[in-house]
């Protein structure tokens, strides 16, 4: 029986993705309105790329197929090269790719027939690196119109997957992908394989809406209770044996469904979980993470890296560390093999908690991605707020969690922010521990995070984005890389900028993950933060008083931490036993 692995995928205008990440092309060109690639003689098309190389390492290693196999549809004589990439240096990027050639035959494509070719040297090949086709034409024109790589392996696992995307006001997102995977993956080979199931926490989608699909309104608990209910569902109802979560404003390849599907199904180790890259909506050949480890904060792998590059795509074939965790934009795993539920984060850092109390073997793959919103985008003194709980939580709940990593990294987010004279989100940081040190009640009594959220926004005066038109403020522009010898020793001997006078003048600075040096700053006695997407933006008031003050909190802050720290390393894995479970969440999912 023949098992589709990977199609030959084309670029498309969902996306808008250039070309290089599906194909590399010389003379021959491709007509989006056909699916089509058309060839004179002499050109050439080379599938290297991000979207239609084959991983040796996913399918020698992870997976166990015993044979593979290329067909192609198209018209035309054509030289077929088969030939792997591969780098004897993983450690460096930029270290030069070795190129083998295993096939070099002259092809007949037939109008309305399927050329198919079995790779006779498969059990040769390396396991590692990408494995890939090029066609060169020799007839007069050609065209090429679909490709398929496949194996007649039976497969090792069963499974039935289900599909979990949570909803909250984002009706033309979720209605998108609905539509998307109605039309595009139930055909008749998935149909029986693959289920979605929409956890409806706004309540707003109407029968109609939903196509068919089922939707489960739900009590808006976040993305960690909506989730939940997903995996309540599919754990309660069928023979399903993984589930998927999605956010509701991912867009991604159908086709990265398919392919997840497929590695789940012949994975070697039963414990395998695929987790999805992501890659940035507005710059889409960049990816913003493909695979992450969380270590005192999470550290996400081959960060702003151009998927369009070859030595790029070979690279992230071995990340030097092993991702131990998978973030919830894509992500699919054995429903058998988990311990543990999501700690009740309602959002942010659920994911990160899910994965690193469950004992899944997560892996990556080229061309298995969602596009989404840069995250320095997303960032405000809420997600701040967030992002602070989940990392003294999830540094505690380690294996060896250690009092100055947790000392560092706390130190470190509210320095950088302070700094940038964040004073609000500074505010919300200092929030987050005390609440992180209330302890379990404070948990089971914030689970829908409603008076929370009534409590963030009184304290957020500056930091909220409005339109502004940049060309009625006279500003200055950071430099956001580099400060000077000079400045460093102005800033210093000038107790931290406190007996230099301010600049009645405005600094701006992009919306980005990039943080000035502080030496390029603190003249200034305001601060514009500016997103050049959307044009919005906020100003925030430079004041000694605050930052003296601000400095002082800092240290209290980390005191408490010291004195806290053998009470937080014994009762947050006793909290995590008594709520990140399934009693806990039936019970408030009222199910």
Sequence with gaps: MKTTLQKILYPSLAFNTDHNAYFRTAGAYFI?????????QKDEIHFNTYYNSISLTMWKQTCDIKNLNLNLKGLGK???????????NYFDAHSPIDTINYENIEIQLNQNETYQYTLNFFE??????????????????GFLDEGEWYTTTKSKNFVKLGIVITHFNRKDYVLNAIDRIKTQLFDEYYKDKIDLVIIDNSQNLTKEESKGIT???????GGSGGFMRGLLHYKDNGNFTHVQFMDDDASFEIDALKRAYSILAYAKNPKTAVSGALLREDIPYLLIEQGAKFK???IPFFANTDIRNENIIVHTEHPLFKPNYG????FAFPISYIQNFSFPFFVRGDDVNFSLSNDFNIVNNNGIACYGENF???????????DIRNNLINQTIQKKPSLSKLYKSYKSFYKIHLDLKYYDSIETIRLGLKDVLKGENFWIENVDMQSKRKELAKIIKYEKPETIDLTSIDYDIVNPYFSSRKKRLKYKFSICGLLTPLKNKILLKEKNTVYPPKENIYKYKYILTYNSLNKKGFIVPNSKLKNIKYYILMYQDLFKIIFKYRWLKKEYPKIMKNIATEKFWRKNLKI
Excluded: M
């Excluded at 989006?32 to 004179?40: D, Y």
């Excluded at 973030?327 to 894509?330: I, L, Q, R, S």
């Design 32 to 40: 989006l309105s056909e699916k089509r690639i058309n060839f004179h």
């Design 78 to 88: 054509f030289f077929l090269r088969i030939s792997v990439a591969k780098k004897n």
């Design 124 to 141: 040769q090949l390396p396991d590692t690196g990408i494995l890939y086709f090029s066609l060169v034409c020799i007839s007069e024109t």
């Design 215 to 221: 939707v489960i309104p739900n009590e808006n608990l």
């Design 296 to 298: 005192n904060g999470c």
């Design 327 to 330: 973030a919830w934009w894509f």
């Design 376 to 386: 320095a985008t997303k960032e405000s003194p809420v997600t701040l707020y967030l």
